[in-house]
């Protein structure tokens, strides 16, 4: 059984968070004295800047997620397709309890994986357009990226994993073609 829990080390999120913030504050209490003759504009300002102030923080500072390739129960270990990818969230807040499990993949579904970089980012983005999207990646404006290819039953899904080389050597060790 491989687990990874991918600690987010994001300081590009840390200050597009803080700055933003700080500017909708700004833009508050300029409104408020006055010094801004059109408060209401200066106003829809600072809430704009709050919003992505909050997403920022949710999305990226405040999310992890821990990657699970598991054995098949009654399945051989070397066995191809004996494995499963399970993606959960990691808990820690008062209403949730515990991880919550927000992807179950079986390892024979899986089509191909692959490195999204910047010189492939356009084909990758314009080749996902025809499919089911998901993303568990908490890192804000990445350089790499795992996309995961999942076919099952007709349907095919694609995920963005949160780039890690011990991620992508457990994947390819299960025998998952990488494109």
Request: hydrophobic residues 45%; proline residues 2%; aromatic residues 10%.
């Amino acid at each position: 059984m491989f687990k990874k829990t991918i600690a987010p080390k994001n300081r590009a999120a840390k200050i597009s968070a803080l700055l933003t913030l700080l500017g909708g504050a700004f833009m508050f209490i300029m409104a408020s004295g006055g010094n801004i003759p059109l408060t209401w504009l200066a106003q829809l300002i600072g809430i704009v800047l709050l919003t992505f102030s909050i997403y920022v923080a949710s999305a990226y500072l405040f999310r992890q997620y821990s990657v699970v390739i598991e054995s098949v129960s009654g399945a051989a270990e070397d066995g191809e397709g004996a494995y499963d990818l399970i993606v959960y969230e990691l808990g820690g807040r008062k209403y949730q309890k515990g991880d919550r499990k927000v992807c179950h993949v079986s390892v024979k579904h899986i089509e191909f994986i692959r490195v999204v970089t910047a010189e492939n980012k356009k084909a990758v983005a314009l080749e996902r357009r025809k499919l089911d999207k998901y993303t568990y990646d908490t890192q804000f404006a990445p350089s790499r990226r795992i996309e995961v290819v999942v076919k099952n039953g007709g349907e095919e899904a694609s995920m963005l994993l949160t780039y890690d080389e011990d991620v992508l050597n457990a994947l390819l060790a299960t025998g998952v073609r990488k494109r």
